[in-house]
């Protein structure tokens, strides 16, 4: 048996806490970019093409980051302490009020007004996220200090919501025992796939120094890693892959792969490749898949010939939509969350209307009901599984169905 370490301690006694845990486990692609090189979330230096385009406009979606008033995100600039405390709670979901008092002696004091960035980085320190130093006065954080990509990856893997699994002893990590505290972080970090990506593509992860300086992309890029570790949340990275899904969905029928026109693998991959395209959390949408067709076996209004796997406007004896293709009944489904998630639209050829045909099936992608009634894009007003109910299903506990399923999907560890 796997173990693992919860992180509602937030990882502030980590050190101590693996080598225990340790010993005991020891013992036993995206697409091509648009030809019109559509711009993320506004940002004119962070192209379709960009490396981290797809973190860096979920985030900025989702009002986690922020650019600058000449319309640039400016990537490979530095981000401070203070900046990344605020972030990593924001992204997270963690309440911050101005009953969050900082400790720390040279973080200045916002208004009662504003709580950047005095009552972010209490409650950072609250949650354990961030411990900071001993001064000649007493704690400080050292707000302004540009952080290193080890502190980075420290405060982001403390910020994990979902319990992360122990290396075992043979588990090699990618930057070693470069430190006491911050690579033993690190390493249980790489081990649940909380780096991927972290490392540009064609570089190695061990040729980036966890102690240089952190970027505003690296930033964006931990923390998309992160959000999967949300128990309730849509967004960021499912820190599985797809043999993870197929595995859960075979587990609870008994190895019945249901009714779909293509075969459960092929499902499960086009889940993952078009959460991570949109944004969105694969084992979430895989959850609203399951609940939807009652794991592939269908029975109500929509048949599986329609590959519309959400139940895209299907209500109380109307058939809802359907499409051509699985493929495409899958980019259909993430493209509607995409409404009900972001503000504004994804620079993202998918992220659009179609139109149902009279005679045939959707064959092109897109979504059939992109726009609200008056014609505009996106609510843009949910961020959680719960907040789907009541909106794209009716009732109170369609979040909480759904959430159960996708938080009994194991990851496996250790695969990046």
């Known amino acids: 048996m796997v173990s693992f370490l919860t992180m509602k301690t937030r990882l502030s006694r980590l050190p101590a806490l693996i080598i225990i845990v340790s010993s005991a486990v ?31 406009e979920t985030l900025a979606q989702l009002g ?57 980085v209490a409650a950072a320190a609250r949650e354990k996220i961030v411990v900071g130093y001993e001064g000649p006065s007493g704690p ?51 081990y649940n796939g909380l780096l991927r990506e972290l490392a ?17 992309a690296q930033a ?30 075979r587990q609870k029928t008994g190895g019945n792969d249901g009714k779909f026109t293509v075969s459960l693998e092929e499902l499960a991959k086009m889940y993952v490749k078009y959460g991570r395209r949109f944004g969105i959390r694969a084992d979430m949408a895989w959850a609203q898949m ?17 590959n519309n796997m959400a139940g895209i406007g299907a209500t109380g004896g109307v058939p809802g939509n359907s499409f051509a293709t699985a493929e495409l009944g899958v980019i259909a489904q993430y493209a509607h969350l995409a409404w009900y998630v972001y503000v504004d639209h994804l ?19 897109g979504d059939p009901r992109h726009f609200q009634s008056d014609g505009s894009p996106h609510k843009g007003n949910v961020r959680t599984v719960y907040e789907l109910s009541g909106k794209w299903a009716v009732g109170p506990n369609y979040g909480t169905a759904l959430r159960a399923i996708a938080n009994g999907i194991t990851v496996t560890c250790g695969l990046w």
Request: contains cysteine.
């Open 200 to 216: 540009p593509p064609g570089v190695s992860l061990s040729s980036v120094s966890p102690l240089t300086t952190a970027t505003r």
């Open 290 to 306: 399951i609940h939807e067709t009652g794991y592939g076996q269908y029975g109500g209004d929509v048949a599986p010939e329609q």
């Open 220 to 249: 964006a890029a931990l923390l998309f890693n992160v959000m999967g570790t949300d128990m309730s949340g849509l967004n960021g990275r499912f820190l599985g892959d797809s043999t993870d899904l197929v595995r859960y969905f």
């Open 26 to 56: 020891f013992a036993g692609a995206l697409l091509g970019p648009c030809a019109d090189q559509a711009l993320a979330a506004g940002f004119k230096d962070v192209p379709d093409s960009h490396t981290y385009r797809v973190q860096i």
């Open 64 to 120: 986690i980051i922020n650019g600058y008033s000449d319309g640039t995100f400016r990537p490979n600039e530095q981000v401070t302490r203070q900046q990344f405390a605020k972030m990593v709670i924001l992204a997270m979901r963690i309440n911050v009020t101005e009953d969050d008092k900082c400790a720390f002696i040279d973080v200045k004091k916002s208004s009662d007004i504003d709580l950047y960035p005095d009552n972010y």
């Open 347 to 365: 620079s993202d050829p998918y992220c659009c209307m179609v139109t149902q045909p009279a005679n045939g099936p959707i064959s092109t992608p």
């Open 140 to 190: 400080i954080f050292k707000p302004e200090a540009a952080i290193t990509l080890s502190q980075l990856v420290t405060m982001g893997t403390r910020a994990a919501e979902r319990p992360l699994y122990v290396p075992p002893a043979s588990y090699k990590s990618a930057w070693g025992n470069f430190d006491t505290t911050h690579s033993i972080i690190a390493r249980v970090a790489q």
